[in-house]
């Protein structure tokens, strides 16, 4: 299976401590994305980059997040000094153009939990 | 900016009856529709798209979508829903022009009953 992959599948941790999420995205897609859910809402976005270029940041992402995309293949998305209100789903995905737009093709998610 | 809005979070229906889910939009600038479904504990799956053209799209497992662009809407119609297809399904748009992040709608919960 060549989908976005994301790991791990579910991060627990104490409040304070850091984080670190990886995405694996589709082999040929130049853009990956970054998206947050929270239980009962649709995805947020937060970041996304083309090749190794992280081109918007929302407003979502605070400081203590931080991105990367080295060499233009996986990505890290990582949380320092969690906080409670960082509890949700952390989706990546992946895209090509295609016919004009960017579809976009998500992994399953990494859900953290901080107690 | 963008926003979508997804009319019911939860609609129950029986097993072959028929379903529409409403989605409308709002943006200063042309978009691209889409809609995902997210069945329990998996990922976002991408379900049909608006590009140009027909404004009736329709996805391989009898879902169909029309774009409605005086009403700002792209309501999602099956006539025949199974138990199958019970799921969170999420409108979505995002830029013609920049074609980069996804605005959300907050997502309707679509329960088919025996």
């Known amino acids: 299976d060549t989908g976005v992959s994301q790991n791990p599948r579910h991060k627990i941790t104490k409040r304070g401590q850091n984080v670190t999420f990886r995405c694996d995205p589709i082999s040929e897609h130049n853009r990956l994305y970054w998206y947050r859910q929270t239980l009962g809402q649709g995805p947020e976005f937060l970041t996304y980059f083309q090749n190794e270029a992280q081109l918007e940041k929302s407003r979502l992402l605070s400081d203590r997040f931080s991105a990367e995309r080295p060499k233009g293949s996986f990505s890290t998305l990582e949380i320092q000094r969690t906080e409670q209100g960082d509890s949700a789903m952390y989706l990546c995905a992946s895209s090509l153009r295609s016919g004009g737009a960017y579809e976009q093709y998500f992994g399953p998610g990494t859900r953290l939990t901080v107690t | 900016a963008q926003s979508v809005t997804q009319l019911d979070s939860q609609v129950p229906v029986f097993e072959e009856a028929p379903v529409e889910l409403r989605c409308n939009y709002s943006?200063?600038?042309?978009?691209?529709l889409f809609w995902y479904v997210q069945y329990p504990n998996q990922g976002l799956q991408l379900l049909l798209k608006?590009?140009?053209?027909?404004?009736l799209v329709e996805s391989i497992n009898g879902f169909e979508a029309e774009f409605n662009k005086s009403q700002t809407s792209f309501h999602l119609r099956k006539p025949s829903v199974h138990i199958s297809d019970t799921a969170e399904y999420f409108c979505a748009v995002s830029e013609v022009t920049s074609g980069s992040r996804l605005t959300f709608g907050e997502g309707t919960q679509l329960t088919v009953n025996p």
């Open positions: 943006s200063s600038v042309s978009v691209y």
């Open positions: 608006y590009l140009s053209g027909s404004t």
